[in-house]
């Protein structure tokens, strides 16, 4: 079967470092996808690994172990318009994407 | 620069009623996808096509139609509309390959209510 797992809610401080975790299991694997969406907003796109290790894009990484299943989206000095969810979604060859039930991400002051 | 536009923005049906939401895209991608997205369910995939005359049925298909007859355009179609289909519907599109990745570009979403 596929499915993916994420925590359904998490809580930070502005400024801190906040990690947010993903683990996938899918029929095929061509790279693991995160969104960042706003309420009712559209997701947008935040990063993409296909190998192994760690992407970094500015206050944003996301590392990937494909051995393991797990993935994670790493946030550092938070802003109060970091509070959004966030999805991990797995691409099965580029033609059926699995997402997964989002972390609503909460940026305290 | 539209990206992906989904019309109608809200709609309000009865049940039985039947409607057509349209997607457009102008980045000339090849795949474009609908899903749904429920309350604490995420993102699940309807219907998707990979190519102009193409259509595959994704994770929840049942009570939805949908066409392709221009590459530009992928259309979903509700034939009896029915409460369970309340719902925020996303239309999406991407390129295969490098060095777009398939990277999905979001529309900004249609609000359905059922009544």
């Known amino acids: 079967g596929q499915n993916i797992d994420q925590p359904t809610e998490m809580t930070a401080t502005e400024g801190a470092i906040v990690q947010i975790n993903c683990t996938y299991q899918t029929s095929g694997f061509n790279g693991l996808f995160w969104y960042q969406q706003h309420a009712g907003e559209a997701p947008t796109f935040l990063s993409y690994n296909v190998l192994d290790g760690l992407e970094e894009k500015g206050r944003f990484s996301s590392f990937l172990s494909r051995s393991k299943g797990y993935s994670y989206l790493l946030l550092k000095e938070l802003q109060m318009k970091d509070s959004a969810s966030y999805l991990c979604?797995?691409?099965?060859?580029?033609?059926?994407?699995?997402f997964g039930p989002g972390t609503r991400l909460s940026v305290l002051p | 620069n539209a990206g992906v536009t989904q019309t109608p923005k809200f709609r309000v049906l009865k049940t039985g009623q039947s409607m057509t939401l349209l997607c457009a895209q102008d980045m000339n991608h090849e795949y474009m996808y609908w899903y749904r997205q429920d309350p604490g369910m995420g993102l699940r995939l309807i219907h998707y096509s990979v190519g102009e005359g193409t259509t595959a049925k994704g994770e929840v298909p049942d009570g939805y139609n949908v066409s392709r007859l221009k590459k530009q355009n992928f259309l979903l179609g509700l034939e009896s509309a029915a409460p369970s289909q309340t719902s925020v519907y996303f239309c999406a599109s991407s390129s295969p390959g490098h060095p777009a990745k398939n990277i999905q570009y979001f529309g900004a979403g249609t609000r359905l209510s059922v009544l």
């Open positions: 979604a797995a691409d099965n060859y580029g033609q059926n994407f699995v």
